[in-house]
């Protein structure tokens, strides 16, 4: 499974992206999508997961600005981000977990400038 992801940019605080990543291979139901975030000089961290009966968890650094969502017809899981803030500038990799196997996209930055 190849995992791409697009949308990363530079905003301004308070700004707003959406992040995609679509996959090669059509999401199962039992499939795990998610997005994650690492920032220089620090470990990757769970940002967003989504189940495939649209059950999600969030960070809780970003509950109640991001908003994760999965449309299976396109392969493709979206990231919503609101009200940003510069803790939020890292680099945001999309994630399908398949049972036991996990795919990762490539990264794509997100820099939030104040």
């Known amino acids: 499974v190849q995992l791409q992801a697009s949308g990363g940019g530079l905003v301004q605080v308070g700004g707003s992206l959406t992040l995609s990543c679509a996959t090669s291979?059509?999401?199962?139901?039992?499939?795990?999508m998610g997005w994650y975030r690492q920032a220089p000089g620090k470990q990757r961290e769970l940002v967003a997961t989504?189940?495939?009966?649209?059950?999600?968890k969030y960070a809780s650094s970003v509950k109640g600005r991001f908003a994760i969502s999965r449309d299976n017809t396109k392969n493709t899981v979206y990231l919503q981000m609101n009200s940003l803030e510069p803790d939020d500038t890292a680099a945001y990799y999309c994630?399908?977990?398949?049972?036991?196997?996990?795919?990762w996209g490539q990264g794509t930055q997100v820099t939030v400038s104040s």
């Open positions: 989504i189940t495939g009966g649209g059950r999600t």
């Open positions: 291979r059509r999401p199962l139901s039992s499939t795990i």
């Open positions: 994630n399908d977990l398949r049972g036991s196997v996990s795919y």
